[in-house]
């Protein structure tokens, strides 16, 4: 089996801000569920979460790229 | 493309960052490349599209309005006016139109056939955004607070004195290189893997369901169906893309025009 063990540190990479983001929402649809007309205020906040942890997964992918050479 | 195509005839060589340079006259650095050529079919087309909807207007709108009235509505009212502020949102909505309208196109002309390539996936593209963003955010920062008072409004009012030398170099490093670093790399990062997604499932299937054994046959198969499975899920990222690029530009100017933090 041939690869970069690179690759492998990207997916080591995603597990954080994949569980963070699971948060995020479901912290989000609590939220609209508990008080439906906080929506569009929930909706911002969110995705602006969703976007900062979002950045970790995105550094270890470029990270990928560059220590693959 | 048929010696492509016959390159992988005989062994599986996976999709990866050279599919993504496609020259298509000249080479190197100054070559006149497909992202390029899409990146301008995308502006002559919402120039065309939004100046031709603007000349005729009507009450009750039809389709192609209604498609622009509520584009324009989502950046107007739940991106700028809920971000910035009823106060001084107006003046920064067509920026933030113009960026939403460009991303959305050239995000989507990823899925689009024939053109199928998201312009947004090569870096040249995210990064000339992002100045385009920063040098807006910190020229308000900047004329709004002056030197001294947006050095000052970068941590918080109120915190102890010994805190500041720690805190005060990393809210610096967040305004100024990981803002705009994170900005690019996020839009970046998101068309680039998606797209490579697509291509892996589609030259995958390719691959096994014409050069290889039978029962392979039947994976390749489940393999193309995954790529319009996956395609629909593209056209959510993309557009959530082109939201949250934005809703991000939009919270950065809305700290410029911020007095306190």
Do not use: C
Not at chain 1, 44 to 57: M, N, P, S, V
Not at chain 2, 41 to 64: D, E, M, Q, W, Y
Not at chain 2, 117 to 123: E, K, L, V, W, Y
């Amino acid at each position: 089996m041939t690869g970069n063990i690179a690759i492998l540190g990207y997916g080591l990479s995603a597990i954080g801000p994949g569980i963070g983001i699971g948060l995020i929402f479901a912290a989000y649809i609590n939220g609209v569920a508990r008080q439906p007309e906080a929506k569009s205020m929930l909706q911002t906040i969110a995705f602006t979460g969703f976007a900062l942890a979002e950045a970790l997964a995105l550094f270890g992918l470029v990270f990928m790229f560059v220590f693959k050479s | 493309m048929s010696v492509l195509l016959a390159a992988r005839a005989d062994s599986f060589e996976a999709p990866g960052v050279h599919d993504f340079w496609q020259p298509l006259i000249g080479d190197g650095a100054y070559a006149l490349t497909r992202p390029s050529v899409v990146m301008a079919i995308s502006v002559v087309l919402i120039i065309a599209f939004l100046t031709v909807l603007a000349r005729r207007l009507t009450v009750v709108p039809g389709k192609a309005q209604f498609l622009a009235e509520s584009a324009y509505g989502l950046v107007r009212n739940s991106v700028a006016r809920d971000i910035i502020g009823s106060k001084e949102f107006l003046k920064f909505v067509p920026f933030l139109f113009t960026l939403f309208t460009v991303l959305l196109v050239n995000n989507l002309f990823g899925v689009i056939p024939f053109i199928q390539f998201p312009t947004t996936s090569r870096i040249a593209f995210p990064i000339a955004l992002t100045i385009l963003v920063y040098i807006v955010y910190q020229t308000v920062s900047f004329r709004r607070k002056g030197v001294v008072g947006y050095m000052k409004s970068l941590v918080p009012p109120g915190l102890p004195g010994w805190i500041l030398p720690l805190m005060w170099p990393l809210e610096f490093i967040t305004y100024f290189i990981t803002r705009p670093v994170t900005l690019a790399l996020r839009l970046f990062g998101n068309m680039f893997a998606g797209h490579l997604l697509l291509l892996v499932f589609t030259l995958g299937g390719e691959y096994l369901l014409l050069h290889s054994t039978t029962p392979n046959k039947a994976a390749g198969a489940l393999s193309f169906l995954f790529t319009i499975v996956m395609s629909f899920f593209e056209v959510l990222v993309e557009f959530l893309q082109a939201y949250i690029f934005t809703l991000l530009a939009a919270l950065y100017l809305a700290g410029a025009v911020s007095d306190e933090h």
